[in-house]
């Protein structure tokens, strides 16, 4: 369980890693922070989120916490590199939006003495940085543990006690194949089709005249090229599949379009709207 005197190791202080730094920090606990960047560790010095950082990973010995705030491949790469200086029984986590195939390395990788509880705070941002950390994004957002069998129950609830503890209030628990199955829909298949508007045609000359519907729908649009093609990758049948599936619902709009459907389309209408009503935050 995390108790007052336990200290984190945050790698990677981009975005997430950033927000993570200042919610524990805000909160009284001792953070180490690691980046490639200097300015990256820099800026958690100056604003008091880390009490020492630096670009040696060795400095995580002295955590009791570790978390990834790396790109997947990355990540299994420094586990490999960089997990003899894990102290003995640490827990290490992540933020890695898809978990099957990182689970699965990284567990092969891993010390017996070291435990690793995957999670995924659903807080990431549309642009990259430090100077985007804004941990009140935690409050309105999910967060996921994604145990296996071989995590052990302590594990599990100092994850949950984390979520707490950055400031989380809607907390799941879902297995590998359930999180990369909704990843697929939720967050992949939304950011395909955010790309695929932008793309379809040239429409930089509509900036003048678009409305807010368009901005909405395409503010995901602006889009980490490095990351999103390797989460893509890892998680390429579930998102296919939805591609498929998202393919065949518009082809059955414009049938219904081209038919001049009119109550069909109301229908889907109908229904959509009351499906969209229950992601309606309160």
Known sequence: MIEPDTKFAIVGLGVLGGSYVQ??????YCCIGIDIDEEAIQYAMKNHWIAEGGTDSSLIQK??????????HV?????????????????????TGIKREIIRDINAELREDVEFIACHPMAGREFKGIQYADAARFANANFIIVPTAENTPEAIASAHQLAEILGFTKIAQL????????????????????????????????VDYTGDSFRDLTRIAKINEDMWPELFELNKDNLIREINEFSQELL???????????????????????????????
Not at 23 to 28: D, E, N, R, T
Not at 63 to 72: F, K, Q, R, T
Not at 77 to 90: H, L, M, P, R, S
Not at 175 to 190: K, N, P
Request: hydrophobic content about 40%.
């Open 63 to 72: 955590a009791d916490i570790v978390i990834s705030c790396l790109y997947p």
């Open 175 to 206: 297995t590998a194949e359930e999180h990369d199955r909704m990843i697929g829909f939720l967050s992949q298949l939304t950011h395909v089709i955010a790309v695929s508007l932008m793309n379809v045609s040239d429409n930089t000359h509509l």
């Open 252 to 282: 059955r709009f414009r049938d219904l379009l081209a038919e001049n459907d009119t109550e069909g389309m109301k229908e889907k209408m109908i229904q959509s709207t009351e499906r969209r009503k229950k992601f309606d935050k309160s």
């Open 23 to 28: 919610a524990l920090s805000k909160k009284g």
């Open 75 to 95: 990540f299994v790469q420094w586990v490999k590199e960089n997990q003899k200086y894990f102290k003995t029984g640490a827990l290490l986590s992540d933020v």
